[in-house]
Nanobody, 116 residues
Framework: QVQLVESGGGLVQAGGSLTLSCVVS????????MRWFRQAPGKEREFVAI????????DYADSVKGRFTISRDNAKNTVYLQMSNLKPEDTAIYYC?????????WGQGTQVTVSS
C-alpha cells in the first residue's frame, strides 16, 4: 500500500523555523504533484503549498508566501516544507498530499505548534 509519513513537527516559538518532511513509500512520486495542507482546530483544511512534477513549479497560499518553501527530492521520494518566521496562526496539523492524475494519497499529519 502507498504510505505518506510526515515528520518534523513540534513546538516552536513565534519567529522560529521548522522543516517538515514527507516520505512516500509504495509508489514513486516523481510524476505526482506534491502538496502540503494544514488544519487548525475548528478550521477547514487549507492549502499551503504545491510542488508540481512537471517543471517543479511551485505555488503558495498567500498566508505563507515568502515564509515557506516547498521542495522535493524525487530520488528519495521526499517532499519538504521549510517554514520560517512562524506565527501562532501557523499552528495546525500539517498534512502531506500526493496527487496523481486520478488518485491522491494523504499522510496522517504532523503537529506544528507555534507559541507566542
Amino acid at each position: 500500500q502507498v504510505q505518506l509519513v510526515e515528520s518534523g513537527g513540534g513546538l516552536v516559538q513565534a519567529g522560529g523555523s521548522l522543516t517538515l518532511s514527507c516520505v512516500v513509500s509504495g509508489r514513486t512520486f516523481s510524476r505526482a504533484d506534491m502538496r502540503w495542507f494544514r488544519q487548525a482546530p475548528g478550521k477547514e483544511r487549507e492549502f499551503v503549498a504545491i510542488n508540481r512534477w512537471s517543471g517543479g513549479s511551485t505555488d503558495y497560499a498567500d498566508s505563507v508566501k515568502g515564509r515557506f518553501t516547498i521542495s522535493r527530492d524525487n530520488a528519495k521520494n521526499t517532499v519538504y516544507l521549510q517554514m520560517s518566521n512562524l506565527k501562532p496562526e501557523d499552528t495546525a496539523i500539517y498534512y502531506c498530499n500526493a496527487l496523481y492524475t486520478i488518485t491522491t494519497y494523504w499522510g496522517q499529519g504532523t503537529q506544528v505548534t507555534v507559541s507566542s
